[in-house]
């Protein structure tokens, strides 16, 4: 059962570059695009906003397809989605309804990853190593910022400018197939249940009703620690509290490297501390690490600036090593099997939601009311979050040794 294994590894590899791929490689293509078609500011708006719509809306014919036609192919109807829109995108010619139906189709295939990977990860791994797993496939999604990142700069220094943003562009293609084809090779699954969540040793008790609501509400309250607004706007917050461009780039980079350096950390915990105690000490570390950073906003006169890089450092660190790190692995072992397709997803439909929101609303609310106080709110959120799991969420790890060949077809 080596081989089945090594193909489910590399398959999670690829699926969490693809996962996040995107947010770079857009990013790089968008000039092209703009020029290109001569976006309008609306229409620009619509172009990346429809991938968020396709994202929520694969939810539900994800969930649909997941009982009805397996993981595998699931995963691969999503991945021939991606890749339409892609090409549809990339070949569109300026033809703006192209480039917005395109944008659209590419997220309502690519949002397939978010709610059949978990599923496949809680169902068809081993007890022994299915918490790494899990980790382990969060990993990639942060490997696949820097991946289109890095693919954004080689195609802009290397390619001529009207072919740069298709290469940008099509890019996370070779791994849509790839996910597809190694979905493919992998054995049929046979329904089973993961391990139903057991009672903490001190006590904690959560009935099946409540392991459900908590599952389905996990990867929301992870995105309302105010994860979107720390990645996406650090440099910004960073020229506010006073550091020089140089600086604010220089922190944001050091921000991002720890939150990988903490990832791996988390794959190296998740077993040998289990889960619980991640996720509450992680919402309790990143409530710290918001009102740290806040005080630098809040008090000018009395936290110098490298408060600030403080706070997001342990944010970034708390939040890896717990939430950010189990997002989508406890909602999985949470979930009972005849209720994990579409448990899953509607998680991942709050976790866009809630992704957006706290994005899109950031700038508004700073203005209104000024960075400080948009932070200390999302500290306060991580902090209610932190109470939430310590009163009820179980231990999901079970402690039990898998036998030799355990991986689950």
């Known amino acids: 059962m080596l081989m089945p294994m090594v193909l489910f590894v590399f398959m999670i590899v690829a699926a969490g570059a693809f996962a996040c791929i995107d947010s770079s490689l857009v990013g790089a293509a968008l000039p092209g695009i703009r020029a290109e078609a ?38 691969v109807v999503g991945m021939t989605a991606a890749v339409a829109g892609c090409i549809a995108v990339a ?17 309502l295939g690519a949002g397939a990853v978010f709610v059949v990977l978990p599923y496949m990860i809680a169902g068809r791994s081993p007890e022994a190593i299915r918490g790494r797993l ?73 009935r099946p ?57 988390a794959l190296l915990l998740v077993d040998s501390v289990g889960r619980r105690p991640l996720m509450v000490g992680g919402f309790a570390g990143a409530a710290a690490g918001l009102m740290l950073a806040a005080l630098s906003l809040l008090l000018p006169d009395c936290a110098p600036p ?54 899109a609303a950031y700038q508004p609310a700073a203005r209104a009311f000024g960075p400080g106080a948009v932070l200390c709110a999302f500290a306060c959120l991580s902090a209610g979050s932190t109470v939430l799991f310590a009163c009820l969420l179980p231990e999901t790890r079970t402690g039990r040794r898998q036998e030799p060949g355990g991986y689950r077809v």
């Not at 070949?91 to 997220?107: D, Q």
């Not at 140089?246 to 350096?261: S, Y």
């Open 134 to 206: 899990g980790v382990f496939f969060q990993l990639m999604v942060t490997a696949g910022l820097a991946l289109g990142s890095a693919v954004g700069l080689a195609a802009t220094r290397f390619l001529a400018s009207e072919s740069a943003w298709r290469a940008d562009y099509l890019a996370s293609v070779p791994f849509a197939v790839l996910v597809g084809f190694l979905a493919l090779r992998l054995p049929k699954s046979v329904p089973h249940s993961a391990p139903v969540a057991q009672p903490a040793a001190d006590g904690v008790r959560a």
């Open 91 to 107: 070949f569109s010619g300026g033809w703006i309804p192209g480039l917005l139906l395109g944008r659209f189709v590419h997220g």
């Open 306 to 359: 490298w408060i600030a890089v403080a706070g997001f450092g342990l944010f970034v660190v708390a939040f890896a090593i717990g939430p950010g790190g189990f997002t989508w692995l406890v909602p999985g072992e949470l979930l009972p099997e005849e209720s994990r397709s579409w448990g899953l997803a509607l998680a991942a439909l709050g976790s866009h939601v809630a992704s957006c929101a706290v994005v």
């Open 209 to 265: 009703s409540v392991r459900v609501l908590l599952a389905v509400a996990i990867p929301a309250l992870v995105q309302l620690t105010g994860v979107g607004v720390v990645m996406c706007y650090c440099v910004t917050i960073l020229g506010d509290v006073g550091f020089v461009a140089a600086g604010a780039n220089l922190g944001d980079f050091a921000v991002k490297g720890l939150n990988f350096a903490a990832t791996v950390a």
């Open 38 to 75: 001569g976006l309008s500011t609306w229409a620009e708006s619509a172009f990346m906003s429809l991938y968020l719509v396709g994202l929520a809306l694969s939810t539900a014919w994800t969930g649909w397809c997941l009982p009805r036609i397996g993981d595998r192919r699931t995963l």
